[in-house]
């Protein structure tokens, strides 16, 4: 059977792609049978269309508290490592932080054994706090190559059915998934309904292949986004190109998807989603006005002070909402990336750049770095950030072998999963 994809009513300049045609295999082409539960439960939360999308350090509870103030209508937590979380309490009060306007909330594992994730899942679950469990099947950075979970299990697709099939099985919270595509199209639309089938409520598509990891030199794929949305009966989110409003009206046009996820962007200016504020954004290229951003980086301050986070988090966001005026005042620049990091110290940060703003009579900086000096630095922290984060999660594995449990996953405590493979699908 073939299922052609209706063209929007007016493509947007965002996009340069020609309507496309999938050919669908018709004994994948049945209606899931939880579907009518997954667009109910979409809709108890109130069909959320702006999505803080997971990233790892930087979907923290006051950063999420700070999008949605300006439009954010749902986020995602951190990817959380499932195995670590299911067995270290000091990485779980770490990394798992919320609070009652935190909703709803998706909650988002790596992991590549059914077994550490259900035991993950079922802890979150029992604490009340999130709306679904998400499955990470799209990072696609080395940590991620290493510890084979995320678009590394695209090379394994029964593990990935496995996981998502286990989850659906054993909780009574939805199960969702974001995925990357394929270079072939109809194997994309085979793995998204690989996943629905499985059990998913939702899956979030993020329009690049797992090799295309610079989202600024790589453009979406929105037709992949739109070919799975026209496949697939439970709601779909589209990730890729979003970086303002414009670009989500844009986006749902193009490809009918029910809400985008933004990430990098949003990062720049966490009132993307702000409809009032941004509202007549116009179609490209668009950075948010020096003193807006200096004053949402103020206001995460504030969600800082009384939602505390792990510093290396705050660091990271402080450079992405203010870098152009650290550029400038680069004293404050070497402070807040060389001297011991305390809260006060961030804020102080904030408040002596918002003064010496406001003294200049200027609404935008004069960066004393050159564009190339700029580029280096900013590689070199992204370089200690991961560096940070891989040392983080190894002194997380040495504490679990410390503690005694063991590597293989048959700690005493945990239980026999049964899973029914009677409807799996088979890829060739």
């Known amino acids: 059977m073939t299922v052609p994809v209706p063209p929007p009513a007016a493509a947007p300049t965002t996009a340069s792609h020609q309507p496309t045609t999938v050919n669908v295999d018709p004994t994948t082409s049945q209606r899931p049978q939880h579907v009518d539960k997954a667009w109910e439960w979409f809709r108890s939360i109130g069909s959320p269309k702006f999505h803080v999308a997971p ?33 270290d309490r000091k990485y779980r009060e770490e990394m798992l932080t919320t609070a009652p306007e935190d909703r ?44 084979a979970y995320g678009a590394f299990l695209m090379d394994d697709l029964p593990r990935v059915e496995a996981l998502v099939r286990v989850l659906a099985q054993n909780l009574h919270i939805p199960v969702t998934a974001k995925i990357r595509i394929f270079p072939d199209l109809a194997k994309t639309v085979a793995y998204a309904r690989m996943v629905e089938a499985a059990g998913a409520s939702l899956v979030a598509v993020h329009g690049r292949l797992r090799e295309q990891k610079d989202n600024t030199a790589t453009r979406a794929d929105w037709d992949a986004i739109r070919a799975v949305k026209a496949a697939l009966s439970v709601p779909v ?8 409003l414009a670009d989500v009206e844009a986006c749902l046009s193009y490809t009918g998807a029910d809400g985008v996820l933004s990430a990098e962007a949003l990062l720049a200016d966490p009132a993307l989603f702000d409809v009032p504020l941004r509202a007549f954004v116009a179609v490209g290229d668009y950075t948010a006005p020096p003193l807006e951003r200096l004053a949402l980086a103020a206001e995460y301050m504030a969600l800082v002070a009384a939602y505390p986070v792990p510093l290396r988090m705050v660091r990271g966001h402080l450079h992405k909402m203010v870098g152009d005026w650290l550029a400038e005042h680069t004293d404050l620049r070497h402070n ?9 110290l961030f804020c102080q940060m904030v408040d002596e750049l918002r003064a010496r703003v406001a003294a200049s009579g200027r609404n935008y900086p004069i960066p004393q770095l050159s564009a190339a000096e700029l ?36 700690c005493a405590e945990e239980d026999e999963l049964v899973i029914d493979w009677s409807d799996g699908l088979v890829f060739t």
């Open 104 to 147: 709803p909330l998706l909650v988002q594992f790596c992991a590549n054994d059914p077994q550490h994730l259900l035991a993950a899942a079922r802890m979150v679950e029992a604490s009340g706090v999130v709306d679904a469990v998400d499955i990470n099947f799209g990072c696609p950075q080395r940590i991620a190559k290493r510890g």
């Open 336 to 344: 807040i990336n060389r001297l011991p990091p305390t809260v006060q």
């Open 237 to 244: 989110l589209a990730n890729g190109n979003i970086r303002h």
């Open 55 to 87: 990233m790892v350090d930087q979907s923290e509870l006051p950063f999420r508290l700070l999008c949605r103030r300006h439009g954010a209508t749902c986020a995602y937590t951190p990817m959380l490592h499932a195995r670590i979380f299911s067995q």
């Open 375 to 410: 580029a280096t630095a900013d590689r070199e922290e992204a370089k200690r950030a991961a560096i940070e984060e891989q040392e983080r999660e190894a002194d997380a594995l040495d504490r679990l072998e410390r503690s005694g449990c063991r590597m293989a996953g048959d």
